[in-house]
Nanobody, 123 residues
Framework: QLRLVESGGGLVQPGESLRLSCAAS????????MGWFRQAPGKEREGVLC????????NYADSVKGRFTISRDNAKNTVYLQMNSLKPEDTGVYYC????????????????WGQGTQVTVSS
């Protein structure tokens, strides 16, 4: 059974950090471009970052530049999203997604999605 399971979300104060993990089962992440997306209440899901099979990074959101980084550990079949200097506007449900392709692409081009993890940034 193919599964992506996100973890690491929670409630933090502005300026703090979180690291999200996306663990895969039933598929080998070596063969996938992996993306992180988020959805704030009342808004559409938006892309955050993606990492290609070759390690190339695509930044979908200017608002996270310099604060968020994406990485992958194929040996652990896990992708990470390191989020620093968190802001209230980063609040939302964060999803990881896998695309059966070398390259990253838009939101509708991903084949598998996790169920999401809630991130809340509030003082």
């Amino acid at each position: 059974q193919l599964r992506l399971v996100e973890s690491g979300g929670g409630l933090v104060q502005p300026g703090e950090s979180l690291r999200l993990s996306c663990a895969a089962s039933g598929l080998t992440l070596d063969y996938y471009a992996m993306g992180w997306f988020r959805q704030a209440p009342g808004k559409e899901r938006e892309g955050v970052l993606c990492i290609s099979r070759g390690g190339g990074i695509t930044n979908y959101a200017d608002s996270v530049k310099g604060r968020f980084t994406i990485s992958r550990d194929n040996a652990k079949n896990t992708v990470y999203l390191q989020m620093n200097s968190l802001k209230p506007e980063d609040t939302g449900v964060y999803y990881c997604a896998a695309r059966a392709n070398f390259f990253c692409s838009g939101r509708y081009e991903y084949d598998y999605w996790g169920q999401g993890t809630q991130v809340t940034v509030s003082s």
